[in-house]
């Protein structure tokens, strides 16, 4: 049980360009959705936090107009990157957590890898 | 604000030995939860063992224990026989344990763990 998917699992996209990442928990409901950044040989990055229904809580010096996060159902998160730019390509990952009871564990999704040429 | 460190960035370990992972963190909380999570090569997020703060009993699974001291502020990982399967990068994690779904994980900076044959 407890799976996350993300969709895709790789884009390539142009700069100026937005792209749409998905994450989605396949067998729960997941009350709140983590968006994470990750370099290379990095650890994660938390960019926000989502719950469904109600506006992301971004940390601090992350762009949410940049990277704009959607939790419209129990189930899907999206984030896009909007005017994406070399420096945006990275590797993000999301998790989610169900409110079902303790110890809410965070299900991991199994990361996008983004490029921007 | 609370905060994860891990001292050892990269640690090598011959196939069926063991080793342990370090650990620090600094919290003024009482209740809270440690994690460790290993990423592979394929770069999705496992978990490997999960320790409540209130438990004074170390947490196992299987070839995998900590050592938790809570006054010390330590959570250190010990793998037992170690495989190569084994190798990839651990991080050590913290969690508020109040709260609901909505708490974060505070990562660690991870350490990087060899296994040779």
């Known amino acids: 049980g407890a799976v996350v998917s993300q969709h895709p699992s790789r884009v390539i996209c142009k700069s100026g360009t937005s792209v749409k990442i998905e994450c989605r928990s396949l067998?729960?409901?997941?009350?709140?959705m983590f968006w994470y950044r990750q370099f290379p040989k990095q650890s994660l990055m938390l960019m926000a936090t989502?719950?469904?229904?109600?506006?992301?809580?971004?940390e601090q010096g992350v762009e949410k107009d940049k990277f704009l996060i959607n939790h419209a159902s129990l189930t899907l998160s999206t984030l896009t990157v909007t005017s994406a730019h070399p420096e945006d390509s990275s590797f993000y990952i999301c998790?989610?957590?169900?409110?079902?009871?303790?110890?809410?564990?965070?299900?991991f999704g199994p990361g996008t890898r983004l490029t921007v040429t | 604000a609370q905060t994860v460190t891990q001292s050892q960035p990269e640690m090598s370990v011959q196939e069926a030995e063991t080793v342990t992972l370090s650990c620090t963190y600094d919290?003024?909380?009482?209740?809270?939860?440690l994690f460790w999570y290993k990423q592979p090569p394929s770069r999705q997020m496992i978990l490997v063992i999960r320790q409540e703060a209130y438990k004074q009993q170390n947490a196992t699974e299987n070839r995998f224990s900590v050592n938790f001291q809570k006054a010390a502020k330590s959570f250190s990982l010990k793998i037992s026989d170690s495989q190569l399967g084994d190798a990839a990068m651990y991080f050590c994690a913290y969690r508020l344990d109040y709260g609901g779904a909505t708490n974060k994980l505070i990562f660690g900076t991870g350490t990087l763990l060899a296994v040779q044959p």
């Open positions: 919290t003024s909380e009482s209740d809270y939860y």
């Open positions: 989502s719950n469904e229904g109600s506006k992301a809580t971004y």
């Open positions: 998790s989610a957590a169900s409110g079902g009871g303790l110890p809410y564990e965070q299900y």
């Open positions: 067998d729960f409901q997941a009350t709140t």
